[in-house]
């Protein structure tokens, strides 16, 4: 099955304001987009003023992931691979925003709350580095609150027919 999204022609640019949208209506009240040399968005910043507190989040966006699987499934630009790395870039953030589209109808459907869903890119100490990052620098060692065996269900009881 193609990538998600693989044959998309909109702009990134515009799925980016798309997702602005979708933030500020949520509670953002601070977005920054960062750019690489070439003036393409690489990610977003936001401050969200949740429940608790305000929390800052920050979402790259991947694209030279996306760039591989488009050029190992040889759908798209098979001998261009710079209009292949434009289209891995449009892919990317429409991926992205129809991710944050279904965690937003999960935010509204009560299941779930918005720090929640955003949580892996909350943004933890100095810089732009997120939970998640955190957590891989060391290995997640610092999260003890989880054990392996914090998933296990419990024993089916065996009761003797009476």
Known sequence: MPLMNYSTRVD???TVSQI???LVRHGAS???QDFDGSGNVVALKWSLDGRYVNLGYAMPVNYEAVYDV???EGLI???DAERRKEQARRVAWRILKDWI???IALLESGMVEMEEIFLPYMIAGAGDRTLYRA???GQFRDLNLITNDAIALP???YQEPS
Do not use: C, G, N, S
């Open 12 to 14: 990134t640019h515009r």
């Open 20 to 22: 602005t949208e979708i």
């Open 30 to 32: 601070r977005i920054v």
């Open 70 to 72: 488009l050029t190992d």
């Open 77 to 79: 630009f098979k001998r």
């Open 101 to 103: 589209e279904a965690q």
């Open 135 to 137: 957590l891989v620098d």
């Open 155 to 157: 024993q089916a009881r």
